[in-house]
């Protein structure tokens, strides 16, 4: 039987809690607050350093990247700071991989860009034997068509881990990334620019075909159970500002990622591709805030739990989302109180 049933409840709630110089205070008031994991992204921040620093203050919540950018690293580096977070936190550390765009992989970093679908499960497929190297000093031998690794001395084998490896979470917007995470992966992290019927009907069925595939082949990792983590647009207040602040907010990172070619298909499966060409056309003439304008509330609803108050805005969140993910992170408008997704995390728990 496979490892990745429907998800039931309850939800899992996980936390972003930003970047320096606030990182500690916000992750032990998540613990206190009975989140199950922390978030980092990897944007203007290094993710790892930050998680051990976390890590160091907290001692139940899992601390994860959310997420590091693959393609920016080669499997040793990203092998080597995801071993030693996962030391440092008694073995909590959760790696969230993301590919992020040709344009920043080449431009930014300066690093190849090709196939992202196969060069992510190669990734991913290296960096587990590294792991399964340093764990159980087995020769270090993986030659695949992206990645190669051939050479392990003694003086740089951190050796094994008495909790061992981290588990690895892929993050996708289509069904090429999502069968890859159920290949090589130990969950999904399903992007906010995406619906539940999207998951369930495109997402999820990838997913499940490639993770029976590796579980027939008795992959190692398919002995732990798989997740799929969602994270969900929320617009919501405590105040009548801070609602309308989220509303528009919202829109406009909605009417963002509608303008990118590369989450199309999503758009097309609730029949609104037409809407991602009005908002290109708008985002290369440089008109960022009439975007938003063109998110009318059909695709806000779509997309977004809406919601005058945060504990209602938590119980239609469990509602919508249950049987769907298997865990939730809250996301908020740009410049939004990180108190304002505590408190509706606390309504799903509650609400």
């Known amino acids: 039987m496979t490892t990745y049933p429907r998800p039931t409840g309850p939800l899992k709630l996980d936390a972003a809690i930003g970047t320096a110089p606030r990182i500690v205070e916000a992750a032990v008031t998540a613990e206190r607050h009975g989140i199950h994991r922390v978030l980092v992204p990897e944007t203007a921040q290094d993710p ?24 920016a690293r080669t499997p040793m580096t990203l092998a080597s700071s995801a071993w030693t977070l996962q030391g440092i936190s008694g073995g909590r550390a959760v790696i969230g991989l993301g590919s992020q765009i040709k344009a920043h992989i080449t431009r930014r970093f300066a690093m190849p860009w090709s196939s992202p679908a196969a060069r992510m499960k190669e990734f991913v497929s290296a960096t587990r034997t ?13 030659r695949g068509e992206f990645y190669s690794h051939t050479l392990m001395n003694p003086l740089f084998d951190p050796g094994p881990l008495e909790q061992g490896e981290p588990l690895v979470l892929i993050a996708a917007v289509g069904p090429l990334m999502a069968a890859t995470a159920g290949a090589v992966g130990d969950g999904v992290i399903c992007h906010p620019f995406g619906t539940a019927p999207y998951v369930t009907e495109q997402l999820a069925p990838a ?26 647009f929320v617009v919501t207040g405590r105040t009548e500002q801070e609602y309308e602040h989220s509303l528009a907010g919202v829109r406009e990172r909605l009417a963002f990622y509608g303008s990118t070619p590369a989450y199309r298909a999503v758009l097309e499966h609730h029949g609104w591709g037409a809407l991602q060409e009005e908002l290109r056309a708008l985002s290369l ?13 059909d695709v806000l609803n779509a997309f977004a739990v809406v919601a005058e108050d945060p504990a209602t805005a938590g119980r239609l969140v469990r509602e919508r989302y249950t049987g769907v993910y298997h865990r939730v992170s809250v996301a908020q408008a740009p410049e939004s109180d990180p108190a304002l997704a505590l408190d509706v995390l606390d309504g799903i728990r509650h609400g």
Do not use: C, H, Y
């Open 285 to 297: 003439q440089g008109r960022w805030k009439e975007m938003g304008r063109l998110v009318d509330d």
């Open 48 to 71: 790892f350093p930050l998680l051990a620093v976390a890590a160091s203050r907290t001692t139940t919540v899992e601390v994860a990247t959310g997420v590091a950018i693959a393609f």
């Open 207 to 232: 997913v499940l075909a490639a993770r029976s595939k590796a579980e027939a082949e008795q992959a190692p990792w398919t002995k732990r159970p798989f997740e799929i983590a969602g994270n969900v």
């Open 130 to 142: 590294i792991w399964n190297s340093w764990q159980t000093g087995a020769e270090l031998d993986f």
